[in-house]
């Protein structure tokens, strides 16, 4: 494996041109983009990047032009100068398409907000490239696709014009790190693959009944106790709060936001074993390693549970940047409804209060949420008064379809890991579907975005994580970047084969999905 600092972005160059996996998309022009820009037409003759080739930036895009000279040095083994005049210029034009506020404008901004704010254009011709954008974020996302355009080893970039922004503002993936814990390197491992693929959100899943690995100040036993197991029986692990602000700023180095996720009032054997006041009867957990679900819930109108939930939530609220906070809400067994809805909404208020926005598992419409709380939908047929009263209360909708985007199930009957509940998931069924045809009467406006998880009861190591989520995740990654009508799974699997190579070189142990003629 190579070391996690190393930058996806910029092995990820996929090759224009470079006869390694690049491919004929049904216009016959070649390229390898993932995702799919909203408008791209390849004219004209291109730019070689040669040894004197500078990259003029503003200072606000510093790091889209670091990202972008990276890139260039993995392609030509040369580093362009960043500053002054260059042939390749990132410009700021301080104009937002479709701007209503937020969303990733400075360095400390937030990072999910109006996909106006992520738009950008970009050209190569005989003389240069440029990518103009409103934001800084925005050249971001445009550096990504410049990136792509890059031969695998090679300086010369087709000519082109591409107009591009986001379907959607929320482009996710969810990491389990509480079933089997990962490490920090490997978390930022993991974000910098996200990012070469304009995702934009890592949702961190850190409590479960397995484990609990986000540090709460003044409640040392919830990491000694329960974050020293895991599925299975190991080891487990914790983050420090310098481990966890570690992780917030490489992703937003790479404007991907943290939403982090303690679980509420269910999935809490890990919380449990550590602090028996958590419990109705006062009785310590045994730590659990199994993989069963829905058993274990907080003692809902306990003093010392919502003293709990105060100190959880005002953790999350302080170490975290971005304005979501996830609290869970999934498989309760062991509740009444007025019981969990008015957990819930102790939770909703305390994440207001914070000045955060919270989010939940899709059950949590079945509480009174508010008008900014967000339902992440995860199964379909459960529980769907619950998404529709979300929606009528003005919460709008994640979409995780289990049965499409749960990157922990299998690919098929022989894939050597992951599980089988929601179905088995090739290439093809995680690219085609439509995330404003899953609810009726809820259309683009009503979903904030797309999210695929990647629960890890049985993906214990780096190159299982990498296995289940490629190619799947730059399937969704397009799902939920690439406007509906230009989507087309052959001209996916054909672009998408040219990314082999670079994650081969990578040292991503990919699944070679049988609908991607994949090069050698
Ligand atoms: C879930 O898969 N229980 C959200």
């Keep these: 494996m190579l070391p996690a ?107 999910v907000g109006d996909p106006g704010a992520e738009a950008y254009e970009l050209t190569v011709d005989r003389d240069g490239a440029r990518v103009r954008a409103g934001t800084p974020v925005g050249l971001f996302r445009g550096v990504q696709t410049l990136a792509q355009l890059l031969p695998r080893r090679g300086a010369t970039l087709p000519g082109v014009r591409i107009a591009d922004r986001p379907r959607f503002a929320w482009r996710g993936a969810m990491l389990d790190v509480a079933r089997h814990f990962f490490t920090v390197e490997e978390v930022e491992r993991y974000v910098d693959l996200l990012a070469a693929y304009k995702i934009n959100v890592l949702h961190l899943h850190l409590s479960d009944d397995q484990g609990w690995r986000l540090a709460v100040a003044g409640r040392p036993e919830l990491t000694a106790v329960g974050g020293a197991t895991e599925v299975g029986g190991g ?4 983050y420090t709060e310098q481990d966890y602000r570690r992780i917030v700023a490489h992703a937003r180095e790479r404007y991907v936001e943290i939403v982090p996720e303690i679980e509420m009032p269910g999935h809490t054997n890990a919380a449990l074993a550590a602090d028996p006041a958590l419990s109705c009867d006062g009785r310590r957990r045994r730590p659990y390693t199994g993989i069963d679900v829905g058993f274990s819930a907080l003692c809902v109108g306990r003093p010392a549970v919502d003293r709990f939930l105060a100190d959880v939530i005002a953790t999350m609220a302080r170490l975290t940047p971005g304005p979501y906070l996830h609290i869970g809400g999934d498989e309760v067994e062991t509740l009444t409804q007025e019981q969990y809805n008015d957990l819930i909404e102790r939770a909703q208020e305390l994440v207001g209060a914070a000045g955060k926005r919270m989010v939940g598992w899709q059950e949590v419409g079945g509480a009174r949420l508010a008008p900014g709380s967000v339902s992440q939908y995860w199964q379909t047929g459960r529980t769907p008064d619950d998404v529709h009263r979300a929606v009528r209360r003005g919460a709008k909708l994640i979409m995780s379809p289990a049965s499409r985007v749960y990157l922990d199930m299998k690919y098929d009957e022989e894939t050597r890991l992951g599980l089988e509940w929601a179905g088995l998931i090739e290439i093809e069924d995680a690219y085609g579907w439509d995330p404003a045809e899953l609810v009726d009467g809820v259309g683009d ?7 695929a998880p990647l629960w890890t009861e049985t993906a214990e190591t780096m190159d299982d994580l990498e296995y289940l989520a490629f190619p799947r995740l730059p399937a969704v990654a397009e799902v939920a970047w690439t406007p509906q009508e230009a989507r087309d799974f052959g001209d996916f699997a054909a672009r998408l084969a040219g990314h082999g190579p670079r994650w081969s070189e990578l040292g991503v142990d990919f699944h070679r999905s049988p609908a991607v003629t994949w090069p050698n």
Excluded: K, N, Q
């Design 445 to 451: 406006d009503r979903v904030l975005g797309v999210e």
């Design 235 to 238: 080891p487990g692990g914790s």
């Design 5 to 111: 600092a190393l930058a996806a972005a910029a092995v990820l160059a996929t090759g224009a041109c470079s006869g390694d996996g690049a491919t004929a998309s049904p216009s016959g022009t070649w390229h390898s983009l993932v995702p799919l820009p909203a408008e791209v037409a390849y004219r004209g003759a291109g730019f070689t990047i040669g040894r004197d080739t500078a990259i003029a930036a503003p200072p606000e895009a510093g790091r889209a032009a670091g990202h972008l000279a990276a890139a260039v040095r993995r392609a030509t083994g040369w580093t362009p100068r960043i500053g002054g005049e260059g042939e390749i210029r990132l410009e700021l034009t301080g104009e937002r398409p479709g701007a209503s506020g937020g969303a990733g404008s400075s360095a400390d901004g937030p990072i």
